[in-house]
């Protein structure tokens, strides 16, 4: 069964800092998820890679499949930025959509 | 742009009455799921729906829960026998295959 950690659980930035969130996982997997939670609850996935590196706009993901690892990073952060960022991947390798969730970082951008 | 509509945003109901809760997926979408999230914990799978059978399912999904497409267009999630713990947000997606998650806003549900 995979283990998702995500670090750091609470961060504070002010305006036009660069952000990365981080996120560790115990099993070889195909395709890991980024996903946004907004203060009112609502979920908007913001990236699904299996390698490599990914952009939108200011956000970029990037994963190493090798390492178990995946970072989300905000150029030019905004207080609209502000929400729970959480990443996601599958339960085993065999079980591309059981997702295991991680408990999420919550990111707060002050003006 | 399409997205997935959930109804309704917020239930509250007594212990031990039915719940059903709706969801409208995206149109091309073939893939279907409703996760949870209890108040200030993980969001957890739950179950995926795919040719109108459960591809997958976890432990939470037991006999008190169900899925059904009872149309076209509806993807519901029933709560047999709702318990206090059941209290959740609950959050239907889809997805074509391969692709990314598509989520509605969620489904608040309050046992009492």
């Known amino acids: 069964k995979n283990e998702v950690e995500q670090s750091p659980q609470n961060l504070t930035a002010q305006e036009g800092e660069f952000i990365t969130i981080n996120c560790s996982y115990s099993?070889?997997?195909?395709?890991l998820h980024w996903l946004q939670q907004h203060p009112g609850g609502g979920i908007v996935s913001l990236f699904m890679l299996s390698s490599g590196k990914k952009k939108h706009g200011r956000l970029i993901a990037t994963i190493n499949i090798q390492e178990k690892h995946s970072s989300l990073h905000i150029t030019a952060s905004h207080p609209r930025d502000s929400a729970v960022y959480i990443c996601a991947v599958p339960r085993s390798s065999g079980s591309a959509r059981q997702l295991t969730f991680g408990s999420g970082t919550q990111l707060t951008v002050l003006p | 742009e399409p997205e997935v509509t959930q109804t309704p945003s917020h239930q509250v109901t007594q212990m031990g009455q039915e719940v059903i809760l709706r969801c409208v997926p995206i149109s091309n979408h073939l893939y279907f799921y409703w996760y949870r999230q209890i108040l200030g914990q993980k969001v957890e799978f739950l179950v995926s729906?795919?040719?109108?059978?459960?591809?997958?399912k976890s432990e939470i999904f037991d006999d008190q829960f169900s899925v059904e497409r009872p149309d076209g267009s509806n993807f519901t999630l029933k709560i047999r026998s709702t318990k206090l713990e059941d209290s959740a947000m609950y959050f239907c997606?889809?997805?074509?295959?391969?692709?990314?998650?598509?989520f509605g806003e969620g489904s608040r549900l309050t046992v009492l």
């Open positions: 997606a889809s997805s074509t295959w391969g692709g990314e998650l598509f």
């Open positions: 099993v070889g997997i195909s395709a």
């Open positions: 729906f795919y040719n109108n059978e459960i591809s997958e």
